[in-house]
């Protein structure tokens, strides 16, 4: 991401090792944290193009993992919140801000489980990728629609990403990402960006 430093992994096995090690449980959940997804380069790199839906809004980012989209948003002018249940994000989000002089205030709560914040702009970038969270996901980003939330989605196409017809999601750009292999099955992939109209 252009003018964008992130501490990432190159590789997810040895970190995954790491954090069960950490943590003495078995099954930890993948390093989301330590990359950058498909999901978040779109809708990162959507951001850097359309830099007035954030400047001088209050953000949050939903699901941060690294905190890419967040300190993209903070680079762009927002005031910016993050917010992604597994503790670990909050060391990645604090070093990655640091790295790119940003401001990002962080929350592990889930956000799900309430009304949405009172925000300008709801960001959710890569949240389709597992049906428990999926299922979750969109009835809380229409609530905070409804509540005139400005909301953003970033997605590469996965599994539970609901579709636009049913879901109100409209297709606003569309990007070919550099992601890994370590992650994804190509190195080049599309990613879409979103409103929820
Ligand atoms: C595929 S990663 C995407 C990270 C980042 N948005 C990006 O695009 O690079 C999905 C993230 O969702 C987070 N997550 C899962 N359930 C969540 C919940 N209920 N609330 C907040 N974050 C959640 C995971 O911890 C993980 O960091």
Redesign the pocket.
């Known amino acids: 991401m252009p003018g964008v430093r992130l501490h990432l992994a190159d590789a997810v096995d040895p970190v995954w090792h790491a954090t069960e090690e950490a943590t003495g449980v078995d099954g930890a959940?993948i390093p989301?944290?330590a990359?950058?997804?498909?999901?978040?380069?779109a809708?990162s790199r959507w951001l850097i193009d359309h830099p007035e839906e954030v400047k001088r809004r209050t953000v949050l980012?939903?699901?941060?993992?690294?905190g890419?989209?967040a300190i993209v948003a903070a680079r762009l002018g927002a005031t910016v919140s993050a917010?992604?249940?597994?503790p670990f994000?909050e060391a990645a989000v604090s070093l990655n801000a640091r790295a790119n002089h940003v401001r990002v205030s962080y929350s592990t709560r889930?956000?799900?489980d309430e009304p949405p914040p009172a925000i300008d702009v709801l960001l959710?970038?890569?949240?389709w990728?597992e049906s428990p969270?999926a299922d979750?996901v969109l009835p809380w980003l229409r609530t905070a629609s409804a509540a005139g939330i400005r909301v953003l989605v970033?997605d590469p196409g996965r599994k539970y990403l609901p579709a636009p017809s049913e879901s109100g999601l409209v297709e606003v750009a569309s990007y070919h990402v550099k992601t890994t292999t370590t992650l994804e099955d190509r190195d080049i992939v599309e990613a879409r960006v979103f409103e929820l109209a």
Do not use: C, K, N
């Open positions: 959940p989301f944290w990359f950058a997804w498909a999901g978040g380069l809708l980012d939903f699901a941060t993992g690294s890419l989209v917010v992604d249940i597994d994000a889930d956000l799900l959710a970038a890569d949240t990728y969270l979750r970033g």
